[in-house]
């Protein structure tokens, strides 16, 4: 024993003397901690002043509760195994997930069972073909899934998360110099536009007030002014719960430059919002697995146009990335499609299968049918706060996601005075994230399966406990 711990004893020694000592530990940290070292331990250390960072993580931190704060009783949903007897639907209804509170934020969102399940695979090669079939037919299922039919159109399916969609976009299909016009809704739009300036572009944003949007007007007027490259727009601003018109801004972008590149952010959309690739005459719209999809996070979703694949092929410089490089995954998306066994970088084999098994799901119903869901939950959502004399960022009816609802809270109240009160009842929901007002309201996901698979009830649960907390803090 003492041999094998001789050579630990003068790290022992000098850890006891940082301890003893504070000029020993200072010491130790110049001669021996690296910078990067020191800069994880300040974000792990929550009592150390951080640095101000504008990111989702740096604006809820301040406004969200600790789990480990409140005591709460989770949702009992062990699984036991049916008897054999057992009737299917009873089976079927059985979740084999276990107990957890129920998450309500805007993503990543509850699963379904066979989603999961789907993942719990034996590893297999990336370019074996039963993956190959599995890969393939999901870019199949996507074309589905996005309202495409042309063949000129293209599914990419990467390794990674939403945001990778921005850098996709920035690195492929602007160039440095060349102009893009940014419409803001929320948090996500200044993103989009310090993706685009990461890569040399001009970003200009065009800012609605918090909770709306820019006007059609608004748009034609700032198309008239100035030659750009692409326009993005956040189809639901995750920030914010506005709800963009994606049909109508991309007919005033046909109509005014009609060779502006039309980019959907559909993180937050896709899934529960209609969008139809084909008729609307889209360029990208891009998302992530773990929203309306309804996937563990880990693949950034594209859908481009034939006019966006020419934009990519004929820009005068290479692409500003190499991972993210249109150049070297269309011959592996097209490769997949067609079955044939394709490799630049290992795709994520489990996490694609749960996006089959999702979108299998997902595409066996008329998506019009789906759509129609959402549109009810959410108008049940909105109902059951303005009952409670509560507002919503988005006030307007037709600025209004189906995906969320981002609620307002009464004067006085901040999230940890009533997100915990929730996590009490067994459900998450999200603080603030808009930096200007992230103290000042709570965001509600409803999306995916807690929506759409009628064994469940979290709605119910929900708005019975929106009732009870708001009430309640009224006293």
């Known amino acids: 024993m ?21 000029a020993a530990s200072g010491v130790l940290a110049s001669s021996r901690a690296k910078p990067r070292l020191s800069l994880i331990s300040r974000h792990l250390d929550q009592k150390l002043p951080l640095p101000a960072l504008n990111t989702p993580f740096s604006t809820e931190r301040n406004v969200s509760v600790e789990p480990d704060d409140v005591e709460y ?5 062990t699984y036991s195994a049916p008897e054999q007897n057992a009737p299917r639907d009873l089976a079927a209804a059985m979740s084999a997930q276990a107990p957890h509170p129920t998450v309500l934020i805007p993503g990543p969102i509850e699963f379904d069972d066979a989603v999961l399940q789907s993942m719990s695979t034996y590893a297999e090669s990336h370019v074996g073909p039963g993956f190959v079939k599995v890969f393939g037919e999901t870019l199949t299922l996507l074309r589905q899934l996005f309202q495409t039919k042309a063949s000129s159109s293209q599914p990419f399916l990467l390794a990674g998360s939403g945001t990778l969609g921005w850098d996709f976009v920035a690195s492929n299909l602007i160039e440095r110099g060349e102009n893009a016009l940014v419409l803001h809704t929320g948090y996500f739009a200044d993103s989009f536009a310090a993706c685009l300036q990461t890569y040399g572009a001009n970003a200009t944003q065009l800012k609605a007030p918090i909770g709306e949007r820019p006007s059609l007007e608004e748009i034609e007027q700032a198309l008239k002014e100035r030659d750009y490259k692409v326009l993005t727009v956040t189809h639901v601003d995750t920030s914010t ?5 994606i049909k109508a801004v991309t007919e005033v972008v046909r109509k005014v430059s009609p060779n502006t590149l039309v980019i959907v952010d559909g993180v937050c959309s896709v899934g529960c919002e209609e969008i139809a690739f084909d008729e609307w005459d889209l360029d990208v719209v891009l998302t992530a697995s773990q929203k309306a999809i309804g996937c563990p996070p880990g693949l950034s979703i594209l859908m481009l146009s034939g006019r966006a694949l020419e934009a990519a092929k004929t820009r005068a410089t290479p692409p500003a990335s190499y991972y993210a490089s249109i150049q070297n995954w269309l011959p592996i998306m097209q490769n997949y499609e067609a079955g044939k066994p394709s490799y630049f970088a ?4 489990q996490l694609v299968r ?15 049918d789906r759509f129609a869901v959402h549109r009810a939950a959410s108008q049940r959502v909105k109902t059951a706060v303005s009952e409670l004399g509560l507002q919503q960022l988005a006030t307007e009816k037709e600025n209004q996601s189906n995906a969320m609802t981002a609620i307002r809270l009464p004067q006085g109240l901040t999230p940890p005075d ?8 067994g459900l998450v929901f999200a603080g603030g994230l808009h930096k200007e007002i992230a103290s000042q309201y709570i965001r509600f996901g409803h999306m995916g399966v807690t929506v759409t698979d009628p064994k469940r009830d979290d709605i119910d649960r929900a708005l019975s406990a929106l009732k009870e907390v708001f009430e309640g803090v009224k006293k």
């Open 2 to 22: 003492s041999v094998l711990l001789s050579p630990l004893l003068p790290t022992l020694a000098a850890l006891r003397a940082t301890r003893l000592c504070p």
């Open 73 to 77: 009783k989770p949702v009992q949903r």
């Open 241 to 245: 719960g506005v709800l963009s018109d």
């Open 346 to 349: 290992t795709p994520a084999t």
């Open 354 to 368: 749960a996006l089959h098994t999702s979108l299998t799901q997902i595409t066996s119903k008329p998506l019009a």
């Open 418 to 425: 009533v997100l915990p009160k929730f996590f009490q009842k």
